[in-house]
């Protein structure tokens, strides 16, 4: 069965430090979002991603943050300085065209230091 | 407006007995609502949805019951097992849009 995957599943990094997380969405899935989830706290959406824009993101993805499509399977999410606060789980998600059933990754622990 | 607020935010039950989650929502335009389960260190895995045409949703011993009047919804798991120990979410989305989640509920199955 499809399965959304993420690398790294676990980043350490340093205050001000530029992360990229990596997402391979299932293969015939045509929007993508990343969510995150701070420890012991609900999931929250940041951004969703279709035809290669931004269709819709939250408060949280402000300039720091960025997302990309940089070939045909894999989707990115950019934090470009790290604040403490960023710590968190980030999840990917997919959904096919038709349907609303979205599919979530594994998730990338981010710890900032 | 946009939020989903979930109740209990944790639950014990003993091996073979029912649990109840439940959700209320504000938006009426929310169109489709999933209930997620996740263990830990895991995203979410889609478990079972319903749309607010149907009442009632079946599968396996999972079972959503919604009531569109109260805009509420709930998850019922029958014959709980303690495999069924993780935390539960609930969702809400219009058109296929962003998901808003619930607080989530812990559930932990006492064998």
């Known amino acids: 069965e499809p399965e959304v995957t993420q690398t790294p599943s676990h980043q350490v990094t340093q205050m001000g430090q530029e992360v990229i997380l990596r997402c391979v969405p299932i293969s015939n899935h045509l929007y993508f979002y990343w969510y995150r989830q701070i420890l012991g706290q609900k999931v929250e959406f940041l951004v969703s991603?279709?035809?290669?824009?931004?269709?819709?993101k939250s408060e949280i993805f402000d300039d720091q943050f960025s997302v990309e499509r940089p070939d045909g399977s894999n989707f990115t999410l950019k934090i470009r300085s790290t604040k403490l606060e960023d710590s968190a789980m980030y999840f990917c998600a997919s959904r096919r065209d038709r349907g609303y059933e979205q599919y979530f990754g594994p998730g990338t622990r981010l710890t900032v230091t | 407006q946009q939020q989903v607020k979930q109740s209990p935010q944790s639950l014990i039950v003993q091996k073979g007995g029912i649990s109840i989650i439940n959700c209320a929502y504000e938006n009426t335009a929310f169109d489709y609502f999933p209930w997620y389960q996740q263990f830990p260190g895991k995203g979410p895995a889609l478990l079972i949805a319903i749309r607010p045409d149907v009442s009632e949703k079946k599968e396996g011993r999972f079972t959503i019951s919604f009531n569109k009047s109260a805009k509420q919804f709930s998850l019922h798991i029958m014959d709980s097992q303690p495999g069924d120990s993780a935390t539960y979410f609930c969702a809400a989305t219009w058109s296929g849009n962003k998901l808003t989640f619930g607080g989530g509920t812990r559930v932990l199955v006492k064998p």
């Open positions: 991603f279709y035809n290669n824009e931004i269709s819709e």
